[in-house]
């Protein structure tokens, strides 16, 4: 599968519509720093993955990449959208087209399907694919060299598709969780239990020694009737009718209490009421309360005025808009023959172009009236607002104030009678509220007493229901103990089995980086990033967490000893292998984004003759570069093996147009052009 065509409209650098054929063989992309060359990429990976991942997820001044995902450069952009079209061996057309709305005539699962052949083992593979497909050259070294030693594992797993296992050692990994996690449950419920049984005991505790301290039941009951004047009446109509007056006591002190606290509290605010300093703040509030309402009839007469003049300019709007497509058309169509185009009366140039400013000019200054009559008026009305919210406060304020003195009374006299009508319905004697409620809570205390001494002998039946609900909950604590000891047990196995898992599928990356290693050996050795260390290896090891580290000369580290531009001539080499080794993956396309970033023209050259070696293989080449020259030795370099089309772009930026492409030449291989001339 290659990539046979891309078409962008306000994208990135790109505003109006560009449309690039790709050959089967190689395109080379060349042009100044900003003319869109790694936009071209950046449209690429967009359409295949959804993202560019050389942006990192950042915010700054609450704004993010996807931002300025989309053209945001002078003017609007017509359209917005990337399509991308693939190309597969049995010649079958694949369609990919975004846009701002989303994904188009294919879903990802979709596009994960056409470009892996075990798309089913890994979800996110279209970002995997473009890691290792798109190189840009200011990430070479961060996606090789720089990457710890695990993450640097991970990614070469993804790569070359060692996966086979992920799927099973995630399922084993869930189950051991979700073990691990019921007998956490089982813990808290057992937690529980064992906070029931100690309250059990507490309670048996408890109504054991109410046993041995039970006085005699007869002098109670006895004392009971003559609290009560109940003496005909057996005993159980005796504890019910004592259980409902100490119910109703229990009632009738607590609110008694509160009536005669809030009507102390009343007549200390009545007497507030009329005092001057009172009075004189309901003055105020008068005064402040006119102020407010003299602000918003201000307010409201303005605004009205700003109404009326928003008004008469927007009915001038339409003719305005005419003459501003009349000045738009003007400047389009310029002087026909040395004369106007509307009128066909002769003018200078220099006076027709200074017409259409001035025209300019006077939409302009309308319009900024305009702007500053509606900035005005969403003022005016948020004054406005704001006003008439203060005023119906004030409103509330002031009515509150004016009439407490007369709530104050009604709401004294309703608690007074509150109180009388309490203490009639507990029909004591008493020249006071406060004797009252001393009465109600002497008699409630004496009903309490020989109430809890009559029920002493319902404690045996409750101890041994007591005792019955502890034998129970200690059986279901053991169950909960042993399903406990069973649940981790099962965890553990499923745990063990997951690494088990995880080392194998190491080894399944172990046989692919054993086919890698060889590539990677021809690869560095023709870029030659170091004179003296002319053999790159890699060490891995651990046996569940797996480190991948790289190594050159007498068991050194790269990363540490290279220099910048050999670092990046290192990392490309382990990149281009990596890529050539994704046996999974059916797109046959190397894309490169300036390559030689950092890179000397010794190592360069080196690099054209991989690219060279890569083409050969039926692998097509999109590559960027800022060198003209280079770009044409590319060219030169692919276009012989096996006869295959490239093309070089120029790529130009025009101002508020955006990216362009200023020429595009065709390189057609020697046996074809042999073939055209006969």
């Known amino acids: 599968m290659k990539i046979t065509h891309l078409e962008l409209a306000g994208f990135r650098g790109v505003r109006g519509k560009v449309s690039i054929e790709f050959p089967s063989g190689f395109a080379i992309i060349t042009g100044a720093n900003g003319t869109g060359k790694s936009t071209i990429c950046d449209a690429i990976e967009y359409a295949l993955s959804g993202t560019i991942l050389r942006h990192p997820e950042s915010t700054e001044t609450g704004e993010t990449f996807e931002d300025y995902l989309w053209w945001r450069g002078q003017g609007n952009a017509e359209s917005r959208f990337v399509t991308l079209k693939l190309l597969t061996e049995d010649n079958q057309e694949i369609t990919i087209k975004r846009d701002p709305t989303g994904l188009h005539g294919i879903n990802e699962e979709g596009i994960g399907e056409a470009l892996c052949s075990e798309h089913a083992a890994d979800e996110s593979i279209a970002h995997n694919l473009c890691q290792t497909s798109i190189i840009r050259g200011e990430h070479v070294a961060e996606l090789s060299l720089d990457l710890a030693e695990t993450e640097r594992f991970n990614f070469v797993k993804r790569s070359l598709g060692a996966n086979d296992l992920s799927h099973v050692e995630q399922k084993a990994s869930e189950v051991s969780k979700w073990f691990r996690e019921e007998a956490s449950t089982l813990d808290s419920e057992y937690t529980r239990l064992r906070s029931v049984i100690l309250q059990i005991t507490s309670d048996i505790s408890a109504a054991t020694a109410q046993l041995s301290e039970t006085n005699d039941l007869a002098a109670a009951e006895s004392a009971l009737r003559s609290l009560l004047g109940n003496g005909a009446v057996d005993s159980t109509t005796l504890m019910s009718r004592a259980r409902a007056e100490l119910g109703s006591l229990r009632i009738h002190i607590p609110s008694l209490l509160a009536a005669t606290q809030r009507i102390k509290e009343v007549e200390s605010a009545i007497q507030e009421s009329e005092t001057p300093a009172y009075k004189s703040r309901v003055k105020q509030m008068d005064e402040q309360l006119a102020a407010s309402r003299e602000k918003q009839s201000t307010?409201?007469?303005?605004?009205?005025?700003?109404?009326?003049?928003?008004?008469?300019?927007?009915?001038?709007?339409?003719?305005?808009?005419?003459?501003?497509?009349?000045?738009?058309?003007?400047?389009?169509?310029?002087?026909?023959?040395?004369?106007?185009?509307?009128?066909?009366?002769?003018?200078?140039?220099?006076?027709?172009?200074?017409?259409?400013?001035?025209?300019?000019?006077?939409?302009?200054?309308?319009?900024?009236?305009?702007?500053?009559?509606?900035?005005?008026?969403?003022?005016?009305?948020?004054?406005?607002?704001?006003?008439?919210?203060?005023?119906?406060?004030?409103?509330?304020?002031?009515?509150?104030?004016?009439?407490?003195?007369?709530?104050?009374?009604?709401?004294?006299?309703?608690?007074?009678?509150?109180?009388?009508?309490?203490?009639?319905?507990?029909?004591?004697?008493?020249?006071?509220?406060?004797?009252?409620?001393?009465?109600?809570?002497?008699?409630?205390?004496?009903?309490?007493?020989?109430?809890?001494?009559?029920?002493?002998?319902?404690?045996?039946?409750?101890?041994?229901?007591?005792?019955?609900?502890?034998?129970?909950?200690?059986?279901?604590?053991?169950?909960?103990?042993?399903?406990?000891?069973?649940?981790?047990?099962?965890?553990?196995?499923?745990?063990?089995?997951?690494?088990?898992?995880?080392?194998?599928?190491?080894?399944?990356?172990?046989?692919?980086?054993?086919?890698?290693?060889?590539?990677?050996?021809?690869?560095?050795?023709?870029?030659?990033?170091?004179?003296?260390?002319?053999?790159?290896?890699?060490?891995?090891?651990?046996?569940?967490?797996?480190?991948?580290?790289?190594?050159?000369?007498?068991?050194?580290?790269?990363?540490?000893?290279?220099?910048?531009?050999?670092?990046?001539?290192?990392?490309?080499?382990?990149?281009?292998?990596?890529?050539?080794?994704?046996?999974?993956?059916?797109?046959?396309?190397?894309?490169?984004?300036?390559?030689?970033?950092?890179?000397?023209?010794?190592?360069?050259?080196?690099?054209?003759?991989?690219?060279?070696?890569?083409?050969?293989?039926?692998?097509?080449?999109?590559?960027?570069?800022?060198?003209?020259?280079?770009?044409?030795?590319?060219?030169?370099?692919?276009?012989?093996?096996?006869?295959?089309?490239?093309?070089?772009?120029?790529?130009?930026?025009?101002?508020?147009?955006?990216?362009?492409?200023?020429?595009?030449?065709?390189?057609?291989?020697?046996?074809?052009?042999?073939?055209?001339?006969?």
């Open 299 to 678: 307010i409201a007469k303005e605004s009205r005025e700003v109404d009326e003049k928003l008004r008469q300019e927007q009915e001038r709007r339409p003719a305005l808009e005419s003459l501003a497509q009349l000045c738009e058309h003007g400047r389009r169509l310029g002087l026909q023959n040395g004369k106007c185009p509307l009128c066909a009366s002769a003018v200078p140039e220099e006076d027709f172009g200074k017409q259409l400013q001035k025209i300019h000019h006077d939409i302009e200054k309308q319009n900024a009236a305009l702007l500053t009559l509606v900035e005005r008026q969403t003022k005016l009305r948020n004054d406005l607002r704001s006003s008439t919210t203060e005023v119906e406060a004030l409103q509330r304020q002031h009515q509150d104030l004016v009439s407490r003195p007369e709530s104050l009374r009604s709401e004294l006299a309703r608690l007074k009678q509150e109180c009388s009508r309490l203490i009639e319905e507990t029909k004591i004697q008493s020249k006071s509220p406060e004797e009252v409620i001393d009465s109600m809570r002497q008699r409630a205390t004496s009903l309490e007493k020989y109430v809890g001494l009559l029920e002493t002998s319902k404690t045996v039946e409750r101890l041994n229901q007591l005792r019955k609900q502890l034998e129970e909950h200690r059986k279901q604590g053991d169950s909960i103990d042993a399903r406990i000891s069973k649940q981790r047990i099962v965890s553990e196995r499923f745990r063990e089995a997951a690494s088990a898992l995880k080392r194998m599928s190491g080894e399944l990356v172990d046989d692919r980086l054993a086919e890698l290693s060889p590539l990677l050996q021809e690869i560095y050795a023709r870029l030659r990033p170091h004179v003296d260390w002319t053999e790159m290896s890699y060490l891995i090891r651990g046996d569940v967490r797996r480190f991948l580290s790289l190594r050159v000369g007498n068991e050194l580290n790269p990363k540490f000893m290279f220099s910048s531009g050999q670092r990046r001539a290192a990392g490309l080499a382990f990149l281009l292998a990596v890529h050539l080794s994704r046996s999974r993956c059916r797109l046959n396309s190397l894309v490169l984004d300036d390559p030689v970033q950092h890179i000397d023209d010794y190592r360069a050259l080196h690099l054209v003759e991989i690219l060279h070696a890569i083409r050969r293989s039926g692998r097509q080449v999109i590559c960027t570069v800022e060198d003209e020259s280079l770009a044409s030795l590319l060219c030169r370099r692919l276009s012989g093996p096996l006869g295959e089309e490239g093309v070089l772009l120029k790529m130009g930026y025009v101002p508020n147009a955006g990216v362009v492409v200023k020429a595009r030449e065709q390189f057609i291989p020697p046996q074809r052009i042999s073939i055209l001339a006969a």
